[in-house]
């Protein structure tokens, strides 16, 4: 099964500072890539667990009694970590990019090459999908996806037009979805503006800024002090969401100070933010928006 090669391998699993006998945690297992580097700087009392939602991601399990797959949303890291009796880890490893063989399986529907039915979801027994944000969603609620997680600065139209065209029938699949939202498709930006609007949706469908808030909050607990947070973010949104969390320990605004104005954090950042290198991105382009930021639980 095709999997991306994993982004930033070497940065990513070298920003953890690995201890041999240490308890790790690959919370987007995907291919395999990063938990597989993992494993190898493990020694036999090593212990890693990896999470992820999509069925087709449990085939690439791997064979080792350090091992543990668990094949649910790490937004739910810490009760499933408890369940396996662990309530603290020396690192917790994300690359929250949408895998290779998500974009490149048609039916998937997260990609704008193929015609597809609107699903995106990542985990397949999930009820929502881009069909029911597509069809069902109030046109107040679409321009607001567009908006905010696709940036889209013409989402009121795009909202409107999508509202407009159901009226006729259901919109079923991604070539429907792109002749509708056509006339906001200039032909020198047309993929660009094609991609901000499958990301928006598929942000929505999967609640990925939620996931991701949730996910960030559990780490203060989950991590042991001098435990390393190393995290991958593929756009603007996250990275933003990311480093205001290493920063302040917040999502949004300024943490409390006490009368001397000094204030207490969770985390300090382990390094400057690091990005592929241009041999990287030649040789995997979907590396290329790719934001690393490493972080140590204090």
Known sequence: MAYHNAVLLKETVEGLNIRPNGVYVDVTFGGGGHSRAMLAHLGDDGKLFAFDQDKDALANAIDDDRFVLINENFRYIKRFLRFYGVKEVDGILADFGVSSHQFDVAERGFSTRFDANLDMRMNQDNKLSAFEVVNAYEE????????????????????????????TGEIKTSQQLK?????????????????QIFQAIRIEVNQEIEVLKEFLLQTKDILKKGGRLSVISYHSLEDRLVKRFIRNGLFEGEPERDVYGNFEVPFKR???????????????????SAKLRIAEKL
């Open 270 to 288: 382990v390094g400057k933010l690091i990005v592929p290198t241009a041999e990287e991105i030649k040789i995997n382009n979907r590396s290329r």
């Open 140 to 167: 107040e609620q679409l321009k607001t996806v567009l908006f905010q997680y696709g940036e889209l600065r013409q989402a009121p139209a795009m909202a409107r037009t999508i509202v407009t065209a159901r009226k």
């Open 179 to 195: 002749e509708i939202l056509k006339s906001f498709l200039q032909h020198k930006r047309e993929h660009k503006v094609l991609a």
